[in-house]
């Protein structure tokens, strides 16, 4: 910034720092820095030890020169030059550092400020439409309110009961997370978005009134709390905690920053128990929810270090690095204009000397995620908001577009850093960068995949089921054990059904001895009739015992028993109709397969090779297998419950409205003979959806592989599930296979949008 007459007057100058402008040390990785601290605009600022000590003997007796010549004789060779010094009064000057003794001076103050504002980046347009900002006053009296009642909650004792509990909640989901897993597709589901929406606000004000007493706590003060909108949608409370910037430990900053983390995860630690103890119910409903906001959505945003929220501060302070957002920018900056644009003598950065990988590190991760966070965000406006999110997509695309043309145009003209460009060298260079480019996708070729689920079935297996109801009193068997046809292998009880037979078993006896006496006394028309008496009452009791001896379960194949849940089977009450076990033969198994509808021609070139196969959670490589036969029609119908979401799978489902589904209908076939139920997933948690009821949300293929090395496949679980890729017959552009993408994802959602 070079210095103009106007500066220049400064030297004789008496200039005084305003009196409520305020300056607190700080301990940096790079040595000692001092905050300042503008408590009018609430703004902070960063200065060394010779900007602080000059700044310190402006007291409006003292010229400039005079308070350089002091700064000389306390600092000697690290004394501010006078050069940087007039700098630093232009500083103070743009930012209403100063107080001002005339009418002019102030006026030029104001001018200058104007000036400085004028000069700062807006906020493009998109952005405020994105993140619409709501600001809802001053709480900083609410929170002097509020902090005596909470401030304990920021104590080392708390801090000790919070990880207690965090630690216990965590054990107990760890014995509870099959159940947990499977019952995560319920968040999605329509029924369930108002009790998420009102929850996840909830929580909200929560982990904002824990910023709010934090800050308070440790001495600082809140002016400002508010809602920002994401795509006028989703609430994302906010508070102005930024007066922890001045606390001189850096622990009490990052606790400042920790603090609604803090306190929604408690919160989650405590639904976790109350969840465990009331699956099933509402409360059950509502505790899952404040799991899933307050533990996953925190950790992917609020504790995200990329983004500019919680996790950003902490890792700011906790390295020791302050505006590592702001360094991580200049590095890619630097990046940028040395070696895409070319300008060979632009310098590292200073700002980024104190730790170059880190920071260049953490430009590059931020970076990327910017980019996915606003795929993301334009991905969700186009699908939610149908014509409309289309329109503001395209337009929100073309200011981006038009946003740097801008500024590449201005680097052309003026150049960066004091350096300028040569615009030929420039086009050129970049005309070489984009053909390479070009030339990258032109040349390089491969073939296209489709990831593929398979999952794991044994036709031949055998599901017993209860044809009465009953408690399950023993099982016999362990889940994995071989055994034999014909043997035992459970044992329910239904009391009624035992009374029965008693009952029916005494009858008969009492019948006897009646036909007996009737004989003996030579009424044999009453003997007659007691004897015909006497069969309807045996047929009854062998009914009876028969209904009691199916109340034991035989092996009605030999192989190997799998339980569902075993630990939750003896004891529990079945319905007519439940699955007790399965039992799966020695046989070879088979590998059902499921796609996109878009598959079929990987599905036909698979035929013809062999393809791997990997299991999901098992180590030791890939299964090879060979497709035997596909549907011809694709389906909605699940063909399997492993795949499910709602069961652990990992095809998202949904509940079907019409129960005459296209199962029903005989559209989809089962992987059981014909005539035959549909067998459950072995793995299977109680209480959990039948596959009848589930239904996929867009078409799926099914199609059924046998594996090459069936040896290998005898390790292999009723269920266990994996993933396959189906290569297409001819290797693809990279180019072309990009640009088709695109255009089949664009002319989709344009379809969707038409249709609206």
């Known amino acids: 910034m070079s210095t103009d007459f106007a500066v220049k007057e400064w030297s004789v100058a008496r200039p005084r720092i305003r009196r409520d402008v305020e300056v607190t040390f700080h301990q940096r990785r790079s040595g000692p820095v001092y905050v300042v601290e503008d408590l009018m ?10 900007e602080y000590q000059f700044i310190q003997s402006l007291n409006g007796r003292r010229t400039v020169g005079e308070a350089i010549a002091i700064s000389a004789r306390a600092l000697g060779a690290n004394a501010i030059s006078e050069q940087d010094a007039l700098k630093l009064v232009r500083w103070l000057v743009d930012n209403d550092l100063l107080e001002s003794d005339n009418a002019g001076q102030a006026m030029r103050r104001y001018d200058l400020a104007d000036e400085s504002l004028s000069k700062k980046p807006k906020q493009p347009w ?3 439409l994105v993140f619409l900002k709501i600001p809802l006053g001053n709480p900083d009296a609410f929170f002097c309110w509020l902090q005596p009642a909470f401030a304990w909650l920021f104590t080392k004792l708390a801090l000790i009961l919070w990880l207690i509990l965090v630690s216990y909640a965590g054990y107990t989901l760890f014995q509870n997370w099959e159940l947990f897993r499977s019952a995560a597709s319920q968040i999605i589901l329509p029924q369930n978005w108002l009790l998420m929406i009102l929850t996840f606000g909830v929580l909200k004000i929560l982990h904002e009134l824990g910023h709010g007493v934090a800050t308070r706590r440790f001495g600082g003060v809140v002016p400002e709390w508010g809602v920002q909108m994401l795509l006028f949608v989703t609430p994302l409370t906010f508070v102005d905690a930024s007066s922890s910037w001045r606390f001189p430990g850096r622990w009490q900053r990052m606790a400042v920053a920790a603090a609604g983390m803090y306190v929604e995860l408690a919160i989650a630690a405590a ?4 969840w465990a103890n009331n699956t099933g119910s509402l409360m059950g409903t509502l505790a899952y929810n404040a799991i899933f906001a307050a533990s996953v959505i925190t950790v992917l945003f609020n504790a995200n270090p990329l983004m500019r929220f919680d996790g950003y501060y902490i890792a700011c302070d906790l390295l ?8 991580g920018q200049a590095v890619m900056s630097w990046f940028y204009h040395r070696w895409i644009i070319g300008m060979k003598k632009l310098t590292f950065p200073a700002q980024a000397k104190q730790a170059p990988r880190t920071i260049a590190a953490y430009g590059v991760g931020a970076w990327f995620w910017r980019i996915v966070i606003w795929s993301g965000i334009m991905i969700a406006l186009a699908l939610f908001a149908k014509g409309i999110g289309l329109a503001l997509v395209g337009l929100m695309i073309g200011a981006m577009v038009f946003g740097w043309l801008k500024k590449f145009f201005k680097l052309l003209r003026e150049g960066h850093g004091g350096l300028r460009v040569n615009p030929i060298l420039v086009i050129l260079r970049l005309a070489c960068i984009v053909g390479v480019i070009a030339s990258a996708f032109h040349f390089i070729e491969f073939r296209p995949y489709t990831r593929a689920v398979a999952v794991v079935t044994y036709p031949g297996r055998e599901s017993l089921r209860n044809e009465l109801p009953g408690f399950v009193e023993e099982v016999l068997v362990k889940n994995g054990e071989a055994v034999q046809q014909g043997q035992l292998l459970a044992r329910l009880s239904n009391v009624e059904r035992e009374v029965e037979l008693g009952t029916s078993q005494l009858d008969v006896t009492a019948a006897q001895l009646r036909a ?4 003996d006394k030579k009424q044999m028309a009453a003997y007659q009739a007691e004897l015909q008496n006497l069969g309807g009452l045996r047929a009854r009791f062998a009914l009876a015992d028969r209904r009691v001896k199916d109340l034991a379960v035989y092996a009605p194949i030999s192989g190997r028993v799998f339980l569902r849940r075993p630990e939750m089977l003896t004891g529990r009450f079945l319905q007519p109709g439940s699955e007790i076990l399965s039992i799966i033969p020695s046989s070879e198994p088979e590998l059902l397969i499921s796609a996109s509808e878009r598959a079929v021609s990987a599905f036909e070139a698979a035929k013809q090779q062999s393809l791997n196969i990997r299991i999901s959670g098992r180590q030791g490589g890939a299964y090879p297998a060979r497709i035997t036969r596909l ?6 119908a699940v063909p399997h419950i492993a795949l499910a979401s709602s069961n652990g799978g990992p095809l998202a489902v949904r509940q079907k409205v019409d129960m005459q589904s296209e199962r029903a209908k005989g559209l989809a ?5 014909a005539g035959e139920e549909m067998d459950h997933f072995v793995g299977l948690s109680v209480d959990e959806t039948d596959v009848t009821q589930l239904e996929f949300p867009k078409a799926r293929l099914t199609g059924y592989a046998t594996i090459s090395e069936p040896d290998g496949a005898a390790i292999l679980r009723e269920g266990e599930w994996g993933y396959a890729k189906l290569y297409e017959g001819e290797k693809e552009k990279l180019g072309v296979w990009l640009y088709d993408g695109m255009s089949r994802w664009l002319l989709s959602k344009w379809e969707a949008a038409t249709q609206m």
């Open 669 to 673: 076939r089962t992987i059981a003979p």
């Open 516 to 519: 007996a006496d009737y004989l």
């Open 41 to 50: 605009h609430r703004r902070y600022f960063q200065v060394g030890l010779p």
């Open 126 to 128: 998109f952005q405020k």
């Open 271 to 274: 639904a976790i128990l109350v």
């Open 320 to 327: 020791n690095i302050p505006n590592l957002g702001q360094r």
């Open 631 to 636: 549907e011809q029609t694709a389906t909605i």
